[in-house]
């Protein structure tokens, strides 16, 4: 009876994580047809800071962990639709030109309606966008790396501050309520 009742035990832990593994992820058809149509949602789940001192502060905190991962909460998104990049990121690092007084310029907060997009795919099925914002100042690339279950890794470089990567998913856009109006 007890043999059974470990078995019963390590099936039902097994399935209980393969289930929670499962979830985020889209068919690889949905995510090769989001990206074709240059229309997602980047949701970021963690940021990773490139930034020592950044690190060794994180790393300094009580109950912290060892990693050099902050996980995200709240909506901080890359939307991409046509003709208009909306991106809302915080930043964990070191600026080299910073704006005293105005929070909102030391973090990725920006609508970009002048940019380029360059993308391929792999063998293997994952996609690269290179995205470069022409009429923003301080970004000169944003990179989005596509897996074949939507998962996504977005690295930022900016002219005047340390590149930062993040990890998440993509998804379908949202009708603007707006627009949905109209």
């Known amino acids: 009876m007890k043999k059974y009742i470990s078995l019963l035990f390590i099936f039902g832990f097994l399935f209980f994580f393969q289930s929670c593994a ?5 068919d ?8 074709e149509s240059q229309e997602f949602t980047f949701n ?7 930034n020592y001192d950044v690190i060794n502060i994180m790393n300094s905190m009580p109950n912290a962990t060892a990693t050099r991962m902050l996980n995200l909460n709240g909506d901080y ?4 639709r046509k003709g208009n990049l ?9 600026l080299f030109n910073p704006t005293y007084g105005s929070a909102s ?4 907060r920006f609508t970009s309606k002048d940019f380029t997009i360059t993308k391929e795919q792999n063998k293997k099925g994952k996609w690269t966008l ?8 301080n970004v000169s690339e ?5 897996f074949k279950t939507g998962k996504a890794f977005v690295s930022m470089r900016s002219n005047d501050r340390q590149p930062i990567t993040y990890d998440g998913y993509i998804s379908k856009n949202e009708v603007n309520q707006e627009k949905a109006k109209l």
């Open 22 to 26: 499962s979830q985020g992820s889209l």
């Open 28 to 35: 690889s058809k949905t995510v090769d047809a989001l990206v």
């Open 44 to 50: 970021a789940q963690r940021a990773n800071p490139t």
């Open 77 to 80: 998104t890359i939307e991409l």
């Open 86 to 94: 909306e991106v809302v990121l915080p930043y964990f690092g070191r």
């Open 105 to 108: 310029d030391n973090s990725y």
């Open 130 to 137: 290179k995205i470069k914002p022409n009429d923003v100042k």
């Open 142 to 146: 944003i990179n989005i790396e596509v």
